[in-house]
């Protein structure tokens, strides 16, 4: 090597050494949050990045700044997202958001890396991983979607030997992080990640070949990191660094290598370091200047949560910053009702049939529109809900995927901000707790997180509820748990018609979408549905009955016994209005707040636990608005794990008992206190 290339490469890995000495300095001083070093790990990271092509993207770890600042990131920015701040991301360069949960950012580059490969234009994912994420579920799950697919994906792990104090020996059997990749047929090599050009020269190489066609590659490369895992760690307690210690770190080596040139080395280093004291203290204050305007406009953590912030989300925004309260636009009620449409084409649908017919509407008018799910292709989905799409659509877009309920949802995050428009099937709603990492700590939380630079069109869909004498974990009415989740937008249509509206109106969403189906209605359940496409928009509480002596508001596969019941206690004087909330999250209060001014009494009726549900948070916004009410009941589950099918009778709210409830309400006086078996009088 030439001395210029070694002086180029020192001045480059002096500096990025700079770097995160003055964001530790930051950090310990009180100037910018808790911190991850890399310190000892300049030249893996330095090598990636240097190998990357300016269109390939970069998904790192919390302990990747130095290839995040070499593959595009500013430095005021890169210091401003240290100090706190949303403002490392895309817009630039191809350089991802940090991912603190370890590995969950790996299924994400899977979907990333599909979304390129359908593109056709060469450009590769490199996602950055350390040892401690390949004892991670998430990491098998990419790993094996990825080798599945032979997606353009780098695997970059640095194998620094340590999960914050666990060393390699007590995470995994093997000493050979490539050992595990090669197991999902992908190639695997192994790197000196403290020799620069020998991991730029391995991911050069590896980048060749994945632009070549061959698949994603796994790349070990084995470092150190010098410090502790964070700014406040101790190594010490844990390691014994003279006796682990690699013999030269990367700096060390360089520093050798131009001495041997002649090279004074320490008076270089000083004066290097002296110049780049002064870029990065004038970058800080570039940063603290940014920081200041941030801290200035902090509406912008509610207006970039949703593409438009809810009324809901507006009011807290305005309530949180002491604004003037905006005033909302009046929604208008919508009455909806579900008898044929005179003068219109149209024919009687089960809910799997209307499901696969707004799916296929979607498909033939976006291109982008993709399903993926285990059994959604050959089979057609268990409830045959995407039947005939696989022969319609092909495989590219109807994708029969693994049993992978985290990796596929993570991947179609990763689909979704690739530019596609993902459809993720999870069987039953059950099975969805293995993938809620990534609801929460990503798909909810994307726009935020880069102020509107990215986001999830998706839409994940699941069956719910009971009434089938299905198995465990089949039944599931986990509707309150999505509901707490910000940033997504909760759906559960009442049956084939608003099924079909509602599921057109979520995949055209520019908002992540959970789209609870209702598994009691798949065949039961018949509705004249018009051929000419329909759409109920998103947040709104839909008027299914007019009446005016109480509000009977339900919704899913409850909504058809409410009805029931509405007209048959028609006959004894009962007037009850009924109302259907098609969309759970965001809450569209404001026409049952109007009911309610008529009716003065409400009855919550729907299958999810009592604890913390729907029905609470209603009567919540109720009193909050001032609102007088006489009587106010909620028909729920019990707060147990849903039954087995011998006591599935003994958590459904029978006809028989929501009658009871409904005559009663309608009934009794004002004063009279109502103590049932499910309900609670007030």
């Known amino acids: 090597m030439t001395l210029r290339e070694l002086t180029s490469d020192y001045e480059e890995l002096l500096f990025v050494r700079c770097l995160d000495e003055k964001i530790c300095a930051l950090s310990k001083q009180g100037r910018a949050r808790l911190y991850t070093p890399f310190r000892g790990q300049e030249a893996a990271q330095v090598g990636l990045a240097r190998a990357l092509g300016e269109r390939d993207w970069l998904l790192p770890t919390f302990r990747d700044s130095a290839a995040m600042y070499r593959h595009g990131v500013p430095l005021d920015a890169l210091l401003t997202f240290w100090m706190g701040y949303e403002d490392a991301h895309p817009r630039f360069g191809r350089t991802w958001p940090v991912c603190a949960p370890v590995a969950t950012q790996l299924p994400h580059a899977v979907g990333l890396a599909s979304a390129e490969l359908r593109r056709g234009q060469g450009h590769v994912v490199a996602v950055c991983l350390g040892d401690g994420a390949m004892s991670k579920g998430d990491c098998h799950e990419a790993m094996n979607l990825a080798g599945l697919w032979r997606l353009p994906l780098l695997f970059f792990c640095q194998n620094n030997g340590w999960a914050i104090s666990t060393p390699l020996d007590k995470q995994s059997p093997v000493s050979s992080l490539t050992?595990?990749?090669?197991?999902?047929?992908?190639?695997?090599?192994?790197?000196?990640?403290?020799?620069?050009?020998?991991?730029?020269?391995?991911?050069?190489?590896?980048?060749?070949?994945?632009?070549?066609?061959?698949?994603?590659?796994?790349?070990?490369?084995?470092?150190?990191?010098?410090?502790?895992?964070?700014?406040?760690?101790?190594?010490?307690?844990?390691?014994?660094?003279?006796?682990?210690?690699?013999?030269?770190?990367?700096?060390?080596?360089?520093?050798?290598?131009?001495?041997?040139?002649?090279?004074?080395?320490?008076?270089?280093?000083?004066?290097?370091?002296?110049?780049?004291?002064?870029?990065?203290?004038?970058?800080?204050?570039?940063?603290?200047?940014?920081?200041?305007?941030?801290?200035?406009?902090?509406?912008?953590?509610?207006?970039?949560?949703?593409?438009?912030?809810?009324?809901?989300?507006?009011?807290?925004?305005?309530?949180?910053?002491?604004?003037?309260?905006?005033?909302?636009?009046?929604?208008?009620?919508?009455?909806?009702?579900?008898?044929?449409?005179?003068?219109?084409?149209?024919?009687?649908?089960?809910?799997?049939?209307?499901?696969?017919?707004?799916?296929?509407?979607?498909?033939?008018?976006?291109?982008?529109?993709?399903?993926?799910?285990?059994?959604?292709?050959?089979?057609?989905?268990?409830?045959?809900?995407?039947?005939?799409?696989?022969?319609?659509?092909?495989p590219t877009r109807v994708v029969d995927t693994?049993?992978?309920?985290?990796?596929?949802?993570?991947?179609?995050?990763?689909?979704?901000?690739?530019?596609?428009?993902?459809?993720?099937?999870?069987?039953?709603?059950?099975?969805?707790?293995?993938?809620?990492?990534?609801?929460?700590?990503?798909?909810?939380?994307?726009?935020?997180?880069?102020?509107?630079?990215?986001?999830?069109?998706?839409?994940?869909?699941?069956?719910?509820?009971?009434?089938?004498?299905?198995?465990?974990?089949?039944?599931?009415?986990?509707?309150?748990?999505?509901?707490?989740?910000?940033?997504?937008?909760?759906?559960?249509?009442?049956?084939?018609?608003?099924?079909?509206?509602?599921?057109?109106?979520?995949?055209?969403?520019?908002?992540?979408?959970?789209?609870?189906?209702?598994?009691?209605?798949?065949?039961?359940?018949?509705?004249?549905?018009?051929?000419?496409?329909?759409?109920?928009?998103?947040?709104?509480?839909?008027?299914?009955?007019?009446?005016?002596?109480?509000?009977?508001?339900?919704?899913?596969?409850?909504?058809?016994?409410?009805?029931?019941?509405?007209?048959?206690l028609k006959a004894e004087g009962c007037s009850v209005e009924v109302l259907e909330l098609a969309t759970i999250s965001p809450l569209d209060i404001a026409p049952i707040l109007r009911s309610l001014k008529k009716t003065r009494r409400l009855l919550v009726f729907h299958e999810g636990h009592r604890t913390s549900d729907l029905g609470a948070e209603v009567l919540a916004r109720v009193v909050e608005s001032g609102l007088p009410l006489e009587r106010f009941e909620r028909v729920t589950g019990w707060d147990i794990p849903y039954p087995y099918p011998s006591h599935e009778a003994s958590y459904l709210t029978s006809q028989a008992e929501l009658k009871l409830r409904v005559r009663a309400l309608c009934k009794g006086s004002q004063s009279t206190h109502i103590t049932s078996k499910r309900g609670e009088g007030s």
């Open 402 to 568: 693994p049993i992978s309920e985290s990796g596929v949802m993570g991947a179609c995050l990763g689909l979704a901000a690739g530019g596609l428009r993902p459809v993720c099937e999870v069987q039953f709603a059950g099975f969805i707790y293995s993938a809620y990492e990534q609801l929460c700590s990503h798909i909810g939380r994307l726009r935020q997180r880069t102020r509107g630079a990215l986001s999830a069109p998706l839409v994940v869909r699941t069956p719910v509820g009971g009434g089938v004498g299905a198995p465990e974990s089949h039944c599931e009415s986990i509707e309150a748990l999505f509901a707490q989740t910000p940033g997504v937008k909760v759906v559960c249509p009442s049956g084939p018609r608003t099924a079909r509206a509602l599921l057109l109106s979520a995949i055209e969403d520019p908002d992540p979408v959970i789209f609870l189906e209702p598994t009691s209605l798949y065949f039961s359940h018949k509705e004249w549905v018009p051929d000419e496409p329909e759409r109920i928009p998103l947040n709104f509480t839909l008027l299914r009955r007019r009446g005016s002596q109480l509000t009977l508001l339900s919704y899913g596969a409850c909504l058809h016994r409410a009805l029931q019941v509405s007209e048959e």
């Open 179 to 394: 050992r595990r990749a090669e197991s999902y047929g992908m190639k695997a090599l192994r790197v000196d990640g403290d020799d620069l050009r020998a991991t730029e020269d391995a991911c050069s190489s590896a980048l060749e070949l994945i632009r070549a066609g061959e698949g994603p590659v796994f790349i070990e490369a084995l470092t150190w990191r010098e410090g502790g895992h964070s700014v406040i760690d101790q190594p010490e307690l844990y390691r014994d660094d003279e006796a682990v210690r690699p013999i030269e770190t990367a700096i060390e080596r360089l520093e050798r290598a131009l001495e041997s040139h002649g090279v004074e080395v320490k008076s270089a280093r000083a004066r290097l370091s002296r110049r780049f004291e002064l870029s990065l203290n004038d970058a800080v204050k570039v940063a603290e200047r940014s920081c200041a305007l941030y801290q200035a406009e902090p509406r912008v953590s509610f207006d970039s949560t949703l593409s438009t912030p809810s009324p809901e989300l507006a009011q807290q925004r305005d309530q949180a910053l002491k604004l003037r309260p905006s005033k909302p636009a009046r929604r208008p009620t919508i009455l909806f009702s579900t008898r044929e449409t005179r003068g219109a084409q149209g024919q009687r649908r089960n809910l799997s049939e209307a499901l696969n017919l707004a799916l296929s509407e979607a498909m033939s008018a976006d291109e982008r529109v993709l399903l993926l799910g285990q059994d959604v292709a050959q089979l057609g989905g268990v409830f045959r809900v995407s039947r005939e799409l696989l022969q319609r659509f092909g």
